[in-house]
């Protein structure tokens, strides 16, 4: 089985600007989550999707949005982006709602914020 | 916070037992202790994971303690690749997110 794709895998944007992001996750998972990984927080989780419906949310502002399509895929947007929103961005899918389901991670995204 | 506490480095002789020790003195009954790793900035990569029993995989093996409140994660014949952060995570059934703590930054060491 493929594993979780994720697109692009870099990018660079400057403050004010907009981005979105893209996973795919294994076939026939439903459930994807995604984190945020900086060097100063580590990893940190922003919202789990499952359904098409958001099951979880981590502590982060509105400014991080994101939405689950019919066939699983996920994407994550980021608005008005600020320096300190420059990380690797990862995805996780499992088969059912995360938690005890073992989670599956992608090879992340690195935005830089200029 | 995460519930895990690691030691923040270790250093490992290729070829040798690797133990990486994690402690969860918080854990509940339904909560199962869960073992990644992350080599440099890749995504993590799920290694293993238990409830109550010892669990060995192709990668590495579990020790849980009979109280639960610690567990320890063995890779048998440690390579250089195998240099990498290890995150000790405790999560539950209830569709409840992943805690990262900071981990342990094992060298495995020519």
């Known amino acids: 089985k493929a594993g979780v794709t994720q697109t692009p895998r870099y990018l660079i944007k400057t403050r004010g600007q907009q981005v979105t992001l893209s996973c795919s996750p294994i076939s026939g998972h439903r459930s994807v989550s995604w984190y945020q990984q900086t060097p100063g927080q580590g990893l940190q989780f922003l919202f789990e999707y499952f359904s098409e419906t958001q099951r979880n949310k981590g502590n982060f502002p509105g400014r991080f949005s994101g939405r689950q399509f019919s066939n699983s895929r996920s994407e994550m947007n980021v608005s008005t982006l600020e320096l300190g929103d420059s990380a690797l961005y990862l995805c996780?899918?499992?088969?059912?709602?995360?938690?005890?389901?073992?989670?599956?991670f992608g090879p992340g995204t690195r935005l830089l914020v200029l | 916070d995460a519930k895990t506490t690691q030691p923040p480095s270790m250093d490992c002789a290729e070829g040798r037992a690797a133990n990486l020790p994690c402690n969860h003195s918080t854990i509940s009954g339904n909560e199962y202790v869960y073992w990644y790793r992350q080599i440099h900035s890749q995504g993590p990569q799920y290694i293993i994971h238990g409830l109550k029993n010892n669990e060995t995989n192709e990668m590495a093996s579990l020790i849980i303690t009979e109280d639960r409140k610690s567990s320890t994660l063995i890779l048998p014949h440690a390579t250089l690749r195998d240099t990498a952060v290890y995150y000790c995570i405790v999560t539950d059934n209830y569709g409840q997110n992943f805690v990262f703590g900071p981990g342990t930054r094992l060298s495995v060491l020519p």
């Open positions: 996780a899918s499992s088969l059912d709602l995360a938690g005890a389901q073992t989670q599956y």
